[in-house]
């Protein structure tokens, strides 16, 4: 499958099974509205006023703003992205003022900026939509004060537009397009059509609160992680900042430790140390409700939760929870861009969770499991959306030329049987073994060059394990099992080469495969270990996400933070600094 308020053509009806929940911690929310369902039940009032009508001059004037697409006393002057949906706005209204009505701001206008003002508690930054300009401009408006001029009217009224247009377009898809970043996820699908989205539902509108926000995602997660941003934005105003004290040797229960001070009042306000907790004042021993606290407090960073405080919990401790609030309003940006549902329920990994939720017919969460992911530096697993069409049992495994080349043909050059003691062969284009024993100087050239290719034969020893999962897509990323049964049980685990390793396949395969007549955990696990390599193709084909959030709010509220392993976070932060306009 493959995000208007930069254009386009309202939300596309993909949506049979709508409203997906939970994607990254588990719920669904069944009864929940598509966007444009609700807005268009949102009444009119009766006979409008007239927009504004400007002279002729001043018909000129905003026609000159709105095609240099530039207004020099906003926050982000340039709206050059935004132009031909301006264009279009002002078009519809014969370059009148629809913002303002006897040179006075409409109830309208003063609504949508009451919201912009808000924008901080939606992860979004209220001086994007010219926060600390309004006043201003509205005391320009002003008659007991001033004399309204045109000039002041309609510059109002562009700015109203641009801003409005913007906070639209963030809170209902994001401020950067994912394709910017390489990621398979198609925003198109949500666009609105943004002056006629004004026009009709917003302009002479009789809620614009209650219509702006059912813009916004329409996920309880998306819900709970705006509620933490509004948790830990305050957390970040009580924190009084201190750093913990570094340690030479690991902190135990019982050992002394000068900074249980500030580890008791950080431990208290995140809530991983219960408020009526005894902790006598003063106290220098590290024991007692401080471990476990501590505890709740590593199982929350993605830690391993031994209650020991070593250089990783203070330094995940030392953290600045105004760190953590951008955590939450970076992933928030990442919940803009999800399809607002999908014909079937999804499977969904979070790559910095290193986990893995699915979800059946009825809406719940079916099976969680725990993934291995690519490795950080090299071989990192991609973003994107695709549909899971088949499974197949005992897998070859075909080794990409790359790996081939870096990781199989060393060995080789080592030993000639290297491949035939390994469990691989050496097949031609159409997968033919080219024969076998050892590997000659002149198949060693024809593999470098790409004419001849490795794979791995089927059995419990092959890479890809007994069941692998094919969602086709242009990363050439799957699902599969894994002889390395041991790296499921670290904290941290990106150890593939891209692919997602998964700690039970088998209860995975009996979940896809639910719909296929015959297919239970029997039938699966005989052909897990039978003696043939069979395909089977799903009864229907389910959305898989691969998504990528270090912020997540389970259903039980807690907040959850994560390793920014792939420097994702990063990225985005450094592309929205540079502010609008945002690559498209």
């Not at 719920?27 to 369902?37: I, K, T």
């Not at 001070?261 to 950080?266: K, W, Y």
């Not at 306000?269 to 476990?292: E, I, K, M, N, S």
């Not at 790359?402 to 062969?425: H, Q």
Request: net charge neutral; with cysteine.
């Amino acid at each position: 499958m493959k995000l208007m308020a930069r254009g386009g053509r309202g939300i596309a009806a993909i949506v049979a099974l709508f409203l997906f929940a939970f994607l990254w911690a588990g719920d669904f929310d069944p009864s929940a509205r598509p966007p444009e369902a609700a807005i268009s039940s949102t009444p009119a009032p009766q006979a409008p006023r007239p927009p504004q009508q400007l002279s002729a001059g001043g018909q000129a004037a905003l026609h000159a703003i709105v095609e240099a697409g530039y207004l020099a006393e906003m926050r982000w002057p340039d709206f050059t992205d935004y132009r031909k949906h301006l264009v279009k706005f002002y078009d519809s209204y014969g370059y009148s003022l629809p913002w303002v009505r006897g040179l006075q701001p409409t109830p309208q206008a003063q609504a949508v900026i009451a919201l912009l003002l808000q924008a901080d508690q939606k992860g979004l930054s209220a001086e994007d939509y010219d926060g600390s300009r309004w006043n201003a401009r509205l005391a320009k408006l002003n008659p007991p004060a001033h004399h309204p001029s045109e000039e002041d009217a309609l510059r109002f009224d562009a700015a109203m537009t641009v801003s409005v247009m913007r906070y639209i377009s963030d809170l209902h898809i994001g401020k950067v397009n994912p394709r910017h970043f390489d990621f398979g996820i198609d925003v198109e699908a949500k666009k609105y059509d943004l002056p006629d989205f004004l026009k009709n539902h917003v302009v002479d509108g009789s809620n614009v609160p209650e219509v702006l926000a059912q813009v916004e995602p329409p996920y309880p997660g998306y819900r709970r992680e705006i509620q933490a941003l509004q948790t830990y934005m305050e957390l970040a105003r009580k924190d009084d900042g201190e750093q913990l004290p570094p340690v030479k040797k690991t902190v135990a229960s019982g050992d002394a430790y000068p900074g249980v001070p500030r580890l008791t009042r950080l431990l208290r306000l995140t809530g991983d140390l219960p408020t009526d907790a005894d902790v006598p004042a003063g106290a220098t021993v590290y024991q007692g409700p401080l471990v476990d606290a501590v505890k709740n407090y590593q199982r929350r960073h993605g830690r391993d939760p031994d209650g020991r405080i070593g250089a990783q919990t203070i330094g995940d401790m030392n953290v600045p929870l105004s760190r953590r609030v951008r955590q939450i309003q970076l992933t928030l940006e990442r919940w803009r861009w999800l399809p607002l549902g999908f014909q079937k329920a999804p499977i969904v990994v979070n790559i910095p969770e290193f986990r893995l939720r699915a979800y059946d017919e009825y809406l719940r969460t079916a099976l969680t499991m725990n993934v291995v992911v690519g490795k950080a530096y090299d071989h990192s697993t991609p973003i994107f959306i695709d549909n899971m069409e088949y499974v197949i049992f005992r897998p070859y495994w075909n080794v990409p030329h790359s790996i081939a080349k870096g990781e199989l043909l060393p060995g080789v050059s080592r030993d000639p049987d290297y491949l035939t003691k390994k469990g691989f062969e050496v097949v031609d284009s159409r997968q033919n073994v080219t024969g076998s024993g050892p590997v000659t100087d002149e198949t060693v050239q024809e593999l470098r060059a790409g004419k001849l290719f490795i794979r791995q034969r089927p059995g419990p020893k092959n890479s890809l394990g007994l069941v692998k999962f094919i969602f086709p897509n242009n990363y050439d990323v799957y699902m599969h099992d894994t002889p390395s049964t041991e790296l499921f049980s670290k904290s941290r685990r990106d150890f593939s080469h891209g692919c997602v390793r998964l700690e039970r396949p088998a209860d995975m395969a009996a979940w896809v495969l639910r719909d296929n007549p015959g297919w239970n955990i029997e039938r699966i696990r005989a052909a897990m270990n039978g003696e043939k390599t069979q395909q089977v193709n799903l009864a229907h084909p389910i959305p898989v996400l691969i998504v990528y959030g270090t912020a997540v709010v389970l259903e039980d509220g807690l907040v959850h933070f994560y390793d920014d392993i792939y420097g994702h976070d990063v990225a985005l932060e450094k592309v929205l600094e540079k502010g609008y306009p945002y690559p498209g």
